[in-house]
C-alpha cells in the first residue's frame, strides 16, 4: 500500500520570502502522479500543482514549483515571494495511474505567513 | 463548469442519532468520492462511485456507515447510531476532466459532523 508523509505539522516564512514543505511517499509503482493541495482555513481544497512520475522536469505554476526525486520518493514544495494569501494547510497527495484514481494525502503542513 | 455543493455545511448531532449528508456535483461526473478528514489530519478515503455503482469502500466504513449514488449524480452518506468519533468534517469530491493524467480531484466545501 502506498504512504504518503508530512514531517513538517508547522512551518512560518516571512512574507515575501521562499520556503520549502516536505513529502516522502512510498510505492512500489513505477508510474504515478503527485500533487500539493492547499486548504485555506474554513475554506474549500484547491489543487495547486501537479507532477507526473514519468516526466524528469519539476513541475511550475507561477510562484509554486517542486522538487521531485524519484529514486529518494521524496516531492517537496517550494513557494517563492511568498503572501499573505499563502497561508493555509498544505496536503502532499498520492495517486496510482489506473484503478479508482483515489488519493491518499499525507497529515499536512500548517504555513504561517508572517507580515 | 465545476462545482460540489455539500449540504448540511455544520450539523451538530448527540450520539446514538443517524445522520445524513449529501453531496451535489454541478455537472455529469462519473468519479465521485467521499473523504473523511479529522482535525489536524488529511482527508482519507471512505468510498468511490463510478457513475451508480459503489466501487470501492474503505476499511473506515464501518456498517454504520452507508454510501448511495442513485441515478449516478448526487451522492448521500448516512451515518446510524453516530458516536463521538464520527466528528469529522466529510468531503466529497469529483474527479474532472476525461483523462487520468490531467483530471483532477476537486473537493466540495465539506459537511462538518460534531456528535456530543
Known amino acids: 500500500a502506498q504512504t504518503v508523509t508530512q514531517s513538517q505539522p508547522e512551518m512560518s516564512v516571512q512574507e515575501a520570502e521562499t520556503v520549502t514543505l516536505s513529502c516522502t511517499y512510498d510505492t512500489s509503482e513505477s508510474d504515478y502522479y503527485l500533487f500539493w493541495y492547499k486548504q485555506p482555513p474554513s475554506r474549500q481544497m484547491i489543487l495547486v500543482i501537479r507532477?507526473?512520475?514519468?516526466?524528469?522536469q519539476n513541475a511550475t505554476e507561477n510562484r509554486f514549483s517542486v522538487n521531485f526525486q524519484k529514486a529518494a520518493k521524496s516531492f517537496s514544495l517550494k513557494i517563492s515571494d511568498s503572501q499573505l494569501g499563502d497561508a493555509a494547510m498544505y496536503f502532499c497527495?498520492?495517486?496510482?495511474?489506473?484503478?479508482?484514481?483515489?488519493?491518499?494525502f499525507g497529515t499536512g503542513t500548517r504555513l504561517k505567513v508572517l507580515a | 463548469d465545476t462545482g460540489v455543493s455539500q449540504n448540511p455545511r455544520h450539523k451538530i448531532t448527540k450520539r446514538g442519532q443517524n445522520v445524513t449528508f449529501r453531496c451535489d456535483p454541478i455537472?455529469?461526473?462519473?468519479?465521485l468520492y467521499w473523504y473523511r478528514q479529522t482535525l489536524g489530519q488529511g482527508p482519507e478515503f471512505l468510498t468511490y462511485f463510478q457513475n451508480e455503482a459503489q466501487l470501492e469502500k474503505s476499511r473506515l466504513l464501518s456498517d454504520r456507515f452507508s454510501a448511495e449514488r442513485p441515478k449516478g449524480s448526487f451522492s448521500t452518506l448516512e451515518i446510524q447510531r453516530t458516536e463521538q468519533g464520527d466528528s469529522a468534517m466529510y468531503l466529497c469530491?469529483?474527479?474532472?476532466?476525461?483523462?487520468?493524467?490531467?483530471?483532477?480531484?476537486?473537493f466540495g466545501e465539506g459537511s462538518r459532523l460534531t456528535v456530543l
Open positions: 469530491a469529483i474527479f474532472t476532466g476525461g483523462q487520468a493524467f490531467t483530471g483532477e480531484l476537486f
Open positions: 455537472s455529469e461526473h462519473n468519479r
Open positions: 507532477q507526473e512520475a514519468y516526466k524528469q
Open positions: 497527495a498520492y495517486r496510482s495511474v489506473g484503478g479508482t484514481y483515489k488519493y491518499i
